[in-house]
């Protein structure tokens, strides 16, 4: 099936919504001009008209030819642009949030502002409203969670294969554009998800190759991925499969994603397991609010919890840059190790409590604290943050003796993450950041 481009149009770029909990950067520190268009276009089920906000250098010549394209989450986020909007900023990458899920024209656009948005429809079918109701933690349940999400999602791929293809022409701000990239993580994880598994073999361009130059899925460990003709980097965090049943996706079936990576032509495919991480990564503010976390687990995060601070950005951002390589210099990206699992079946611990295996970072093998991926809260089925506890004083002198020990060994392993491809060269200073913090508590 061709898809054809969707018709974009500008709109007043005052009053326009922005998604909730944006990057701690803005636009104006990298110098990006942040715009909204009128996305339009046809299903097999009548028109739709939705929106799309765009991120590109304000001086073209800085703008890389690459484009990401995110859904906007069924609760109003863009997770990948949260985590790693620097990243895309500083390396000339446009992005752009496409409104592609009727439930967020209901919940978010139209309350935000209803003269604006009116006219705003995507063909659905009648399905209860879905962002009250949270994920319940039976499997039975959840099934029929992700089945709603699914049903009143019908036209969503199209409209995402639709907007793919009108960036991809170079329609309204896309001169210049040569890749297109389809990222999501947790919900919108799912909707990349659904868009690979229906819509990346029927929706194709006029000279028949996919609409989407790569693939990055995060946050939805599911079924295994078929092979497909462009590159498709799958990230899962350390808590989104640290217990061998229990987890938010339907298909999880004791880690039944994991399958082989591939460099194959029509299998182009890595599997990147991060060890440490949590669902939602809170290193940053406002995401490390203690307020914020307590109010999501009805009190367990107290005002003493100490927020997660693993790197989880940082190594988004270099899972983000090995697609791109993949994707724009045909680089294949490296391979990692799986998490270990214990015999019970769960991740496995080191002697420090943090886990073993998968893709690893300075904090987590020249440890000061230990990472709780999931937080142990009073229900395990609380997947989405992590907390910390750091090491008594007498265990870090036992590990690392002085302060010169410490230092060594952690500048060290920064050094060889960067070799390995894990650590981007311009993340280094923040990475530096928990050194500092670490020498100023000894």
């Known amino acids: 099936m061709l898809a054809s481009p969707a018709t974009l149009g500008s709109l007043p770029q005052k009053g326009h919504y922005t998604p909730r909990a944006s990057a701690r950067v803005g636009v104006d520190d990298f110098d990006y001009v942040e715009e909204e268009w ?39 986020f863009a997770p990948v642009w949260i985590y790693s909007a620097p ?34 429809h995507i063909p659905a079918p009648d399905v209860p409203p879905l962002h009250e109701a949270g994920l319940p933690p039976d499997a039975e349940a959840l099934a029929l969670v992700w089945a709603s ?29 040569r890749h297109v990239i389809l990222a999501g993580h947790s919900e ?17 361009a006029p000279d028949g190759s996919a609409v989407y130059d790569g693939y990055f899925p995060s946050g939805y460990p599911s079924s295994p991925f078929r092979g497909i003709d462009v590159p498709l980097v799958q990230t899962i965090s350390d808590a989104d499969v640290s217990h061998p049943v229990i987890t938010f996706t339907t298909g999880y079936d004791d880690r039944a994603y994991r399958r082989d990576d591939s460099d194959d032509a029509g299998d182009l495919f890595r599997l990147y397991e991060l060890a440490g991480a949590p669902h939602s990564g809170t290193r940053y503010l406002p995401y490390n609010s203690n307020a914020l976390w307590g109010a999501a687990t009805k009190g367990a995060v ?11 950005n940082e190594l988004f951002n270099a899972t983000l840059e090995h697609l791109v390589r993949w994707v724009v210099d045909g680089v294949a990206p490296p391979r990692a190790p799986r998490l270990e699992l214990a015999e019970d079946g769960r991740v496995a611990l080191d002697r420090h409590g943090n886990t073993r295996g998968g893709v690893r970072c300075a ?18 089925d609380y997947f989405s943050v992590g907390i910390e506890v750091p ?48 020498m100023g508590r000894r």
């Open 188 to 204: 919108t994880g799912f909707v990349v998800t659904t868009y690979i598994r229906e819509a990346h073999d029927t929706h194709r």
């Open 302 to 312: 107290t005002d003493t919890t100490l927020m997660s601070t693993f790197p989880h």
């Open 38 to 76: 009128r996305v339009t276009g046809v299903t097999d089920d009548g028109d739709y008209e939705t929106v799309a906000l765009v991120r590109l250098p304000r001086d073209r010549s800085k703008f890389s030819g690459t484009v990401f394209v995110e859904p906007l989450h069924m609760l109003g």
């Open 363 to 380: 904090q987590m093998d020249v440890p000061t604290r230990r990472y709780f991926a999931r937080a142990p809260l009073p229900s395990e």
């Open 149 to 177: 999400i699914a049903r009143r999602n019908t036209w969503c791929s199209t409209v995402l294969a639709q907007a793919g293809a009108a960036i991809r022409a170079n329609e309204g701000p896309f001169e210049g554009v």
């Open 391 to 438: 090491f008594a004083a007498d265990e870090l002198l036992a590990l690392y003796g002085d302060e010169s020990g410490y230092r060594d060994a952690f500048l060290a392993r920064i050094d060889q993450q960067q070799v390995d491809g894990w650590l981007l060269a311009d993340d280094v200073d923040q990475m530096l950041t928990d050194l500092h913090v670490e």
């Open 87 to 120: 990243y895309f900023m500083r390396e000339g990458h446009g992005h752009v949030t496409v409104a592609s899920q009727p439930e967020t024209l209901d919940t978010h656009l139209r309350p935000h502002d209803g003269e604006r948005y009116a006219s705003l």
